[in-house]
């Protein structure tokens, strides 16, 4: 088959910061990043959306000393767009055979009109950060963190400050049943008296502000045991803007 030259395009370092090994397959390929792709790693690491997979991919980038890096031979004043910027780099370079990966289309057609060959990349297992792929539970072999939970004969555990705790119990927060055991130890977490902050994620439709208004309510209002009397519930502002067809506001 032969040695094959990829150049990664910017979406796919941000589809998968760890995908150029999966690239280079060992020593088979060569990995190739033009100028252009740097510069917007530059640009998008003040992304607060996006900067942990900036971070990550510049560490992978760090860490491969084989990367070979497209010159931007001059074209910054050329007022042309970052897509076209990397193609000019890549038929600049004149190597062998390119194979543009990309996941955006237009610039696949880009690349077809200078006879680039390209492709895309879909990871089926996207890159997560370390935040993302916590679940709150130890594996068996692992020590516990603080304030996470591990299973015991099919029961959970709280491994907090003073000790571990056997959640073999059922909680009722404000005339609310948990539907599941783990809504039962969110419960846990939120009217725990040694833990001030607890964060929940997960899919929409879970519960997650349910439960979590349930026990403030319960703190504050039934308990008073909370610190403040106040309740805060902050929801993302989603702005609807619509525009006459004189483009008015």
């Given amino acids: ?21 999966n690239f280079r ?13 740097l510069e917007e790693l530059d640009k998008l690491k003040k992304d607060n959306r996006l900067s942990h997979l900036v971070t990550q991919t510049i560490k992978e980038i760090e860490s491969d000393k084989d990367i070979i890096f497209l010159s931007p031979h001059g074209h910054e004043s050329r007022g042309e767009t970052n897509d076209d910027k ?21 610039m696949q057609i880009k690349a077809r009109l200078h006879n680039i060959v390209s492709e895309y990349y879909r990871d089926s297992h996207p890159y997560q950060s370390e935040s993302q792929t916590y679940t709150g539970f130890c594996q068996p072999d692992e020590q516990p963190l603080l304030n996470s939970f591990y299973w ?13 705790k056997l959640i073999d119990y059922q909680h009722l927060v404000w005339d609310v049943k948990p539907r599941n055991v783990y809504q039962n130890l969110a419960f846990e977490l ?40 106040k309740i805060y519930l ?16």
């Fill in 234 to 249: 902050l929801k993302p502002v989603i702005m609807d803007f619509h525009y006459d067809k004189h483009g008015t506001l």
């Fill in 152 to 164: 015991d004969s099919g029961v959970p555990v709280l491994h907090g400050v003073e000790g571990d």
């Fill in 190 to 229: 939120f009217l725990h008296p040694d833990i001030y902050l607890t964060t929940v994620q997960s899919d929409a439709g879970f519960g997650k502000t349910y439960l979590a208004l349930a026990s403030a309510l319960q703190l504050v209002l039934e308990d008073k045991k909370a610190p403040s009397s």
């Fill in 25 to 37: 397959n060992g020593n088979e390929n060569r990995i190739i990043l033009p100028y252009t792709v």
């Fill in 1 to 21: 088959m032969g040695q094959k030259n990829f150049i990664i395009d910017t979406n796919v370092l941000l589809e998968n910061p760890r995908c150029l090994n």
């Fill in 86 to 106: 990397i193609i000019y780099e890549i038929v600049h370079s004149q190597m062998d055979t390119p194979i543009l990966v990309t996941n955006d289309r237009l």
